[in-house]
């Protein structure tokens, strides 16, 4: 397999990014890749980060850019995670990633970082790391009016995205 066909697979299951890490455990000399975006097989994004120009965009694109942009262990949180799943009409301006370490990576003005500590929950939606959605329905206490989050986990639980013990304790969260 030559080296593109290898980053293309990669990428494949990672809506279209691909970073010099998974190349290099994959076999392909991080060389490569500066060398396949001169080509314009790939997109240089941002130092060790690569898109493959070709393969078609989704909903998902900039919180997987976003994830990839903070590194290991980052995951989506808040209001992000809503609007993964379009919860309580919204749409932040910026995506909030939380990493559990210190992160200095330039981030576009889009990408908002929280450091986190201790051990927090998270699961994977769609392939991308995130806070459980009853977590982050909750978080956004304050944020949100409380019946625009109502709401939201009233959608979650209807698509099956909360379980019943999840669905409880958000309403007993949201209570006034």
Known sequence: MRYREIVREIALDHYGY????????????TVELPKLAARGGLVNVTYGLYRVPDI??????QFAEALLRA?????LHGESVLALFRLADVNPRKIKVAVRRRARPKMPPYIEL??????????????????PI??????????IETEHL????????GEGLLTTAEWQRVRKGLRP
Not at 18 to 29: C, F, I, S, Y
Not at 71 to 75: K, S
């Open 71 to 75: 590194g290991e262990g980052a995951y």
């Open 134 to 143: 009853a977590d982050a329905i909750l978080e956004c206490r304050g944020r």
């Open 150 to 157: 109502l709401s939201a986990a009233k959608q979650a639980r």
């Open 18 to 29: 691909v970073t010099t890490r998974e190349a290099a455990d994959a076999g392909v000399p």
């Open 56 to 61: 078609p965009s989704t909903a998902y694109d």
């Open 114 to 131: 929280t450091q986190v500590r201790g051990g927090v929950r998270t699961t994977f939606y769609e392939g991308l790391e995130a806070q």
